[in-house]
C-alpha cells in the first residue's frame, strides 16, 4: 500500500475513471511509469510516487504534503495506482527459518508464484524469472525450463514486499531464475533499485553462471552492481555437464572477464562454488581454485549442496567442507563457508514453489483418479531446488 496523506479533491479537474485506467498486468517499471504519465505525472511526480513505493514511504516529505505538490488528475489516480502495485506481487505463505531468514512464496498478478528470500543481515534475495533454462543438473528449479519471465516492476515489488517486513539494505538476484536471460528486466530493476530504491550500488548483487552479453553491459549503466559468479568448476567440460545450457564460457574465460569487472568497480566477484559431494571436491578441483584465483580480486563462497530427494547429489560432510575452506584460506584465497539462508525451512530456493504445485499436482491427479495418488508419486516429476 502507497502510505500517503489524506487526498483532498478539489474542482480543478475531475478525476480520471478507475475502471477505465486500470490496465490489468504491467509488470515493467517503463509501462507503469507511462501509465502515471497518462494519469498526469510529470517525471518528479512519477518518481515522488515510485521512491514512496519502494522504499515503503509517505507520499509526503517534509518539504512539500502531496495534496500541494501531484496534479490533480494524478492524485484522484491514487487508488487505481495503489491498486496497481499491490496486484504486482503479494505473499502468499511466510516460513522462517532458524538462521533468522524468511523465505516467501510470492503469488504474481497471472497465478504464478516464485520465492524471495528474507536474509538475516538486512538483505532479500529475489527471483528474476519463473522457472530457469540453464537446466544445471542438481537443481530442480530448471527442471521444467522457462516458464516466464518477471517484468522488472515484478522483481522490485519482491523488494517491497520485504521492506514491509524488515529493514533491506542489500539486494541479491539469486533467486529463481538466471538473471543474464532476463537481462534488460533485471538492469532495469538494478537501476531503479540504485537510484529511487535508495539501496547501495555495491549491495545490489547480480548472480551469474556467465554470460558474454553480461559482461559488455553490467559496467554500461548508470549503476554498476556487485557481481557474483556461479562457478562450480573449474575443468571446462564437467562445468559444461553440470551447467548443460549455460553459455560456453571456460573458467578461465569466466574468471578473465570477472576480474577485469571487479578492477573497473572497485568491488570483488563473489565466485560461488555448490560444493557437491565426490563431484567437485576432489584436490584436482582444489589446486584448479588456487591456480585460477591467486591475486585475484575475489571471494570464494563454499556452499555445501542441499539435497534433494529427486537427485543423486549429495551434500558433503561437515568436516570435509571445512577443511576444504581451510585448505583454501591457507593457500590465500578468501574462501567463506555458507550455508544456504534458511536451509532448515525446506531444503533450498524453489521447494515451496514445488510444494504448491506439488498440491496443485494431488488435487487434480486425486479428481482424475480419486484415492490413487501419494506425494512421493508427484514429487519426482516436479520442480524443486535452485541451487545458484
Ligand atoms: S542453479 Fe540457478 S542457473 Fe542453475 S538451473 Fe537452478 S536456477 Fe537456473
Given at each position: 500500500m502507497l502510505p500517503s496523506s489524506p487526498?483532498?479533491?478539489?474542482?480543478?479537474?475531475p478525476p480520471q475513471p478507475a475502471s477505465a485506467a486500470i490496465p490489468l498486468f504491467l509488470p515493467q517499471l517503463a509501462t507503469l511509469r507511462e501509465w502515471l504519465r497518462r494519469h498526469g505525472a510529470r517525471t518528479c511526480h512519477e518518481e515522488r510516487v515510485l521512491r514512496a513505493w519502494c522504499q515503503v514511504r509517505s507520499l509526503d516529505?517534509?518539504?512539500?504534503a502531496s495534496e500541494n505538490f501531484l496534479?490533480?488528475?494524478?492524485?484522484g489516480a491514487l487508488p487505481d495506482i495503489e491498486a496497481q502495485l499491490e496486484g504486482l506481487a503479494r505473499v502468499v505463505s511466510e516460513h522462517p527459518g532458524e538462521d533468522g531468514s524468511a523465505r516467501l512464496l510470492v503469488g504474481l498478478?497471472?497465478?504464478q508464484t516464485v520465492e524471495s528470500v528474507l536474509l538475516p543481515r538486512d538483505g532479500v534475495c529475489v527471483s528474476t524469472q519463473v522457472g530457469c533454462a540453464v537446466g544445471c543438473v542438481f537443481c530442480m528449479t530448471g527442471k521444467d525450463g522457462l516458464l516466464r519471465q518477471l517484468g522488472s516492476a515484478e522483481i522490485v515489488a519482491q523488494v517491497v514486499l520485504a521492506r514491509r517486513r524488515r529493514p533491506v539494505k542489500k539486494v541479491v538476484f539469486m533467486g529463481m531464475g538466471e538473471p543474464a536471460h532476463n537481462l534488460d528486466n533485471v538492469l532495469e530493476a538494478i537501476d531503479f533499485l540504485g537510484t529511487l530504491g535508495g539501496i547501495g550500488h555495491k549491495n545490489l548483487v547480480f548472480s551469474t553462471v556467465g554470460d558474454p552479453r553480461v559482461f559488455e553491459r553490467l559496467g554500461q549503466g548508470p549503476v554498476k552492481p556487485a557481481l557474483a559468479l556461479s562457478l562450480h568448476s573449474t575443468r571446462a567440460e564437467l562445468r559444461a555437464e553440470l551447467l548443460p545450457r549455460a553459455p560456453r564460457m571456460t573458467p578461465e574465460e569466466l574468471v578473465a572477464a570477472g576480474e577485469a569487472y571487479a578492477r573497473a568497480t572497485g568491488y570483488p566477484i563473489q565466485y560461488q562454488w555448490t560444493l557437491i559431494d565426490g563431484v567437485n571436491d576432489s584436490e584436482e578441483e582444489l589446486e584448479g581454485i588456487v591456480r585460477l584465483l591467486s591475486g585475484k580480486y575475489a571471494l570464494m563462497n563454499m556452499i555445501p549442496y542441499n539435497s534433494v530427494a529427486a537427485l543423486p547429489y549429495r551434500r558433503p560432510d561437515p568436516e570435509k567442507a571445512r577443511a576444504i575452506a581451510r585448505w583454501l584460506h591457507e593457500r590465500r584465497i578468501l574462501t567463506k563457508l555458507r550455508n544456504?539462508?534458511?536451509q532448515d525451512i525446506d531444503g533450498g530456493c524453489g521447494q515451496l514453489r514445488a510444494r504448491i504445485t506439488v498440491d496443485r499436482h494431488i488435487a487434480a491427479k486425486s479428481r482424475r483418479q480419486p484415492g490413487t495418488t501419494s506425494t512421493d508419486d508427484c514429487q519426482a516429476s516436479l520442480p524443486g531446488a535452485s541451487q545458484h
Open positions: 487526498l483532498p479533491m478539489n474542482k480543478e479537474a516529505n517534509r518539504h512539500s496534479p490533480l488528475a494524478l492524485r498478478a497471472d497465478g544456504s539462508a534458511g
